[in-house]
């Protein structure tokens, strides 16, 4: 170990230079221009360099890296994507986020933690790996530049490329390092369904003498969505609790007890409140995230919402909501059940618009890569790490834990 300390030391500004060149390139899936393309171009050519066959691979969307070298052993998969969250706004940045800024040891810029930063941390230990450990060994990469958005064309890349894909084990994209300093990550991630609800009652805007005569689609829209949640955050439509797999709510209850539930209390402080939504304790509140799917209201839209004043029933309104399902859960029937509660509830005429969907996917507990990963945390670390049963956040795990049967544990550079 103190012998790839040293290593890492000389080599860490040549590392660091890399990462600020990929931080450099503005690959903001959501932006209708941006340098998602230069980053593709980029990263071909860093895994080139070391060596790597290289392809990109593309179906209706942004370029995968598929990279590999090596020809002995079994064959360890990397997954990571390239694309980052929007940054605006630019003001509440203290340092310029398409940059590596390095304050006080600390690294910062739009994607040091996700997902640029774990990409280079991995490149840095692949190179080490290769030169240390000789030919007995094969590293497969694939890296995508749409999980930001969804994921939505990278099930249908690496179906159409599923012949080249070999992997027997790997790591997910992410792990963390918590404030007690041990690394944490989940063993699989909630599926997606974000939806927008738009309601056009009106052709255009009118003056709000005429309210109350008009229907208000602001109005509506609340209405709608009142009917969606409690405020103890119980989901009104029951069917969304069924078809949960009953091995894996085995096994996160399971796990749920060995959980450090004081973290939970460290994000109340964090966020400034006093309690979760119906006074969950700490260790119910994990349970809810673990056990339970969820519906959330990311955004809600009608009308002048500019300075000052100016007196509409507005034409329209909108809303979007993600549902995450558990693993077992079907997309395609959650959002049936949900539009059915609707139409049951009254709400006809309404546009829904799905901007991503998929399930939930989860590597067991047992899994050898699993073990092998928790023994390496606790040599870095010098603590075990923190494994729980499921984010409560969402990525398109299940491609490779339930179609490529490839199980994936987690690492990472960020800490929160």
């Known amino acids: 170990m103190k012998k790839l300390d040293s290593i890492i030391d000389e080599r860490l500004n040549n590392y660091l230079k890399l990462f600020d060149n990929l931080l450099r390139l503005k690959t903001v899936a959501a932006a209708p221009v941006n340098e998602i393309e230069e980053a593709a171009q980029y990263l071909k050519n860093i895994f080139e360099e070391r060596g790597y066959s ?193 091995e894996y709510l085995e096994t996160a209850k399971e796990m749920a007890e060995e959980f450090p539930y004081e973290s939970m209390g460290d994000l109340l402080n964090l966020l400034g409140i006093d309690s979760f939504v119906g006074g969950l304790t700490p260790k119910e509140a994990f349970l809810k995230i673990v056990t339970e799917p969820s519906l959330n209201i990311a955004g809600l839209y009608s009308g002048y919402t500019g300075e000052g004043s100016k007196t509409i029933v507005p034409s329209e309104a909108g809303v979007k909501i993600d549902i995450r399902p558990l693993p077992g859960q079907n997309p395609n029937k959650i959002l049936k059940i949900f539009t059915d509660y609707l139409t049951e509830n009254g709400f006809k005429d309404i546009d829904i618009e799905i901007h991503s969907m998929y399930p939930s996917g989860y590597t067991k507990p047992n899994e050898p890569i699993i073990k092998y990963a928790m023994r390496a945390a606790k040599d870095v670390y010098g603590s075990e790490a923190v494994v729980s049963p499921l984010s409560g956040g969402s990525g398109p795990i299940y491609i490779f834990t339930d179609k490529l049967r490839i199980p994936l544990a987690g690492s990472g550079v960020g800490y929160y």
């Open 54 to 246: 290289v392809d990109i691979w593309a179906v209706d969307g942004n370029p995968v890296i598929h990279a590999r070298i090596g020809d002995g052993g079994k064959t360890f998969v990397i997954y990571n994507h390239y694309d980052v969250q929007p940054a605006e706004p630019f003001e509440l940045w203290d340092y310029p986020p398409f940059q590596l800024s390095i304050v006080n040891n600390h690294l910062y810029g739009r994607g040091v933690a996700d997902n640029k930063g774990n990409i280079v941390a991995r490149i840095m230990a692949t190179d080490l790996f290769i030169e240390e450990y000789g030919d007995n060994y094969s590293i497969e990469w694939i890296i995508e530049g749409e999980e930001e958005i969804g994921s939505p064309t990278l099930d249908k890349v690496l179906s159409q490329y599923r012949n080249e894909i070999y992997g027997d084990a790997g790591l997910w994209e992410t792990g963390y390092v918590r404030p007690d300093n041990r690394l944490g990550f989940p063993l699989g991630y909630k599926g997606m369904i974000y939806i927008e609800i738009k309601l056009k009652r009106l052709k255009t805007d009118v003056h709000s003498g005429y309210a109350p005569i008009i229907p208000n689609p602001a109005l509506e829209i609340v209405e709608l969505i009142s009917k969606l949640k409690r405020s103890d955050g119980e989901i009104l439509f029951k069917d969304i609790y069924r078809d949960i797999d009953e």
